[in-house]
């Protein structure tokens, strides 16, 4: 029989899309190359005792009415899908030469720590911390379902997001001028995945944070 949507890959937006809509009583057939399905998001087992993910460490939006708490709820798996906090005092622990600076859940705790690292550009880095913070918010209402109400009401924001829509991270970077060891720092944490800040895009950036 022929599905309503043929989907090629099982990675997480091909799950979330097939699901949705064969819980909606489309049917979905999904082709995967791996021997494992769920892309990057996929899960295997070593010595038959430990339980690795392939790449996930952190699932942002799940909180209580945020996005993966609503499909999960239109899927039935709220209660089976459940997730843990990271310490919100510290959820990623960066090192290098000289410098240790433990990732905060809060930005104006992220921007006191910078501070004291880097006190001669705080200024500049509360203005990147905060401009980072206002592309994430805005591309939230730039994605859909658009509500131009919401547009209207988060004009900065999505203005912010708007004016990187081109720019990467190390443009972001320039722009503020940060010290290098505070583009090292951050880039470990602000990165899109696997790539150098100069080819990642700051809109990505704004989907993680
Ligand atoms: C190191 C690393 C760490 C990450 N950590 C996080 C994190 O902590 N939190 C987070 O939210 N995101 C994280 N990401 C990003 C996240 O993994 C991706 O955003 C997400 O997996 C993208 O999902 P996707 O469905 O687009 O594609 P993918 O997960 O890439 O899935 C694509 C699937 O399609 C299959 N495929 C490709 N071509 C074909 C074909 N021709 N025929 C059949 N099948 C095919 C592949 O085998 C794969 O299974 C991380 C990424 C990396 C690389």
Known sequence: MKPDYLIVGSGLSALVFGALMANSGKTVQILEAHEHPGGFGHTF?????????????????CGEGQLVNRVLKKLGLEKEVTFERYDPNGFDHMRMPGYALDIPSDPEELIRRLSRLFPAA??????FINDVEKTGAGLKRLAPPV???????H????????Q??????????????????AQTLLALQWLDFF?????TFILCLGCII
């Open 122 to 127: 705080s200024d500049r880095i509360r203005q």
């Open 147 to 153: 509500k131009p109400m919401e547009l209207l009401k």
């Open 45 to 61: 087992t070593m010595a038959k005792k430990y339980t690795f993910n392939a790449q996930f460490h952190y699932v942002w939006d």
């Open 195 to 199: 790539a150098a800040p100069q080819s």
């Open 164 to 181: 990187y829509l081109n720019s990467t991270l190390q443009d972001v970077f320039d722009k503020f001028q940060l010290p290098q060891a």
């Open 155 to 162: 004009t900065r924001e999505v203005a912010c997001a708007v």
